[in-house]
């Protein structure tokens, strides 16, 4: 059985104090024992506050970025080491707006996500196509090389801490959404990919969310898909009122 994973990327959005008061009033909402796994990730200087917020509830933190290195001369960057420092469980890697305004490749943002590995860092590893490679009907074959560049060498027990975004890069920020449909036969292709590399057990076991556009009233369509299994929520992740219908989707009030 995989625990659905709801997880709020902010981007580059909230001051500390807002994300201090968004936290505040999510911990007033959030039920004790939840079924869903429930993931925040701030701008990096809102973690250490949203941090000690977060500190006893359900909800955990994460962060939208990491570097590859430990440490040194590399202005401007954050390790895995000072993120779990901060209390970060999760990081989101390779989200598609650094794969395009950052120029991260393949490579690197395999780099990142072994060393996040190696701290204990559990991985959102984003894939998923531009427009162009949708109309061209090259989804499977971008996400296939995303995947297995990503993930190469990383290992069976290392997989246990690797959940990954499916995220068409035209269903971002757009209002447009896969139909639940069509993002489930991508999300069982990825499960396949993962099943070939790995084995059987770790692709059954792979948590693989849905990002682009999910919105309180598209969750539960998506969330009843066989291997979707919770999502990646950008701009309805910014409102405690939307966010926490997203979290308690097809629960009655
Ligand atoms: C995202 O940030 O990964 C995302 C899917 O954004 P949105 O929900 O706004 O489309």
Known sequence: MRKPLMTANWKMNKTVS??????????????????????????????????????????????????????????????????????????????????????????????????????QLRTILCVGETLAEYQNNQTIDIVKAEIREGLAG???????????????????????????????????????IISDMFDIKTGEKMRIQYGGSVKPDNISALMEQSDIDGALVGGASLSVESFIKIINYGKKD
Not at 161 to 190: L, Q
Request: aromatic share 8%.
């Open 154 to 192: 990383v290992d069976k027990e290392q997989m246990g801490r690797v959940t990954i975004a499916y995220e068409p890069i035209w269903a971002i920020g757009t209002g447009k959404t896969a139909t639940p449909n069509d993002a489930n036969k991508v999300h069982k292709i990825i499960r396949k």
């Open 18 to 119: 807002e994300a201090v008061g968004f936290a505040n009033n999510l911990k007033l909402v959030l039920r004790d024992a939840q079924d869903v796994e429930v993931v925040i990730c701030p701008t990096f200087v809102a973690l250490s506050e949203v941090s000690k917020i977060l500190e006893g509830s359900s909800a955990k933190l994460g962060a939208q970025n990491v570097y590859m290195q430990e440490n040194g001369a590399y202005t401007g960057e954050v390790s895995p080491l000072m993120l779990k420092e901060l209390g970060c469980k999760y990081v989101i890697i390779g989200h598609s707006e650094r794969r395009e305004y950052f120029k991260e490749d393949n490579e690197l943002i395999n780099a990142k996500l072994k060393l996040a590995l190696k701290y």
